[in-house]
């Protein structure tokens, strides 16, 4: 029997930054952009100077690494943006686009649990306790911003990474994911996230923390 019957699919949204200029029709993680899209893979790679171990990071439940997967979030991130906001850094408006959980497979998928070290510059390294399976409850009890991370980016140094994302869990899912699964806003602003997930995710593929 298939794993796809025995996983019951995961009811409730995903949000994704808006991608202003898609290439293709797939948002795509990292590793399938270097063959494709050579211009955007170099590009976005840069973003993980000094910290390029996080890429051959094992993601252990998808057997497959960081840049294998699209990284997706629980939670509508405008309240993160609004925390960076009263930091007094420039945060420009992120239109975002929703995902219904159970248009993806349970089996390509599964929830990280993040967190920042205090004056650290990249996340935590995970551990196998840190992954959850990619269920209704699992999504529910991880669909609420903390005050560890509301509180983290209130208080940002100028010289501070953003990582907007840092104490929040992401959703990963391994492979692409079809542009027309997810829902659009109705009239996209006229700026958008820069440069990406949480200054972190491409134009044509998502990256985390």
Same mark, same amino acid.
């Given at each position: 029997?298939? #794993? ?10 995903? @949000? &994704?930054?808006? /991608? ?10 990292? *590793? ?8 955007? &893979?170099?590009? &976005?790679?840069?973003?993980? +100077?000094?910290?390029? &171990? ?5 993601? /252990? ?9 699209? @990284? ?5 991130? +405008? ?31 599964? /929830?990280?649990?993040?967190?920042? +070290?205090?004056? *650290?510059?990249? +996340? ?10 990619? #269920?209704?409850? #699992? ?37 692409? /994911?079809?542009?027309?699964? @997810? ?27």
């Amino acid at each position: 029997m298939s #794993t796809e019957l025995t996983q019951q699919r995961a009811h409730g949204r995903l @949000f &994704h930054a808006m /991608i202003t200029h898609p290439h293709g029709d797939q948002l795509l993680p990292l *590793a399938m952009l270097r063959d494709r899209y050579p211009d955007l &893979h170099t590009r &976005h790679v840069a973003k993980y +100077t000094g910290r390029e &171990h996080r890429l051959g990071e094992r993601v /252990i439940p998808l057997e497959c690494t960081w840049a294998d997967v699209v @990284f997706l979030a629980p939670l509508n991130p +405008t309240v993160l943006f609004d925390a960076v906001r009263s930091a007094g850094l420039r945060m420009g408006d992120v239109p975002v686009w929703t995902l219904d959980a159970a248009r993806l497979d349970p089996a390509r998928c599964c /929830i990280r649990l993040m967190r920042v +070290t205090p004056g *650290a510059r990249t +996340t935590d390294p995970g551990t196998e306790d840190d992954y959850l399976p990619l #269920t209704t409850a #699992t999504l529910r009890a991880v669909s609420e911003v903390t005050d560890r991370a509301l509180e983290r980016l209130r208080n940002l140094g100028p010289d501070e990474p953003l990582l907007p994302w840092g104490d929040v869990p992401h959703v990963l899912h391994r492979g692409p /994911i079809a542009l027309d699964l @997810f829902r659009k806003p109705p009239s996209p602003a006229s700026r958008c996230l820069p440069e990406g997930f949480g200054r972190s995710g491409p134009a044509a593929a998502s990256e985390g923390s």
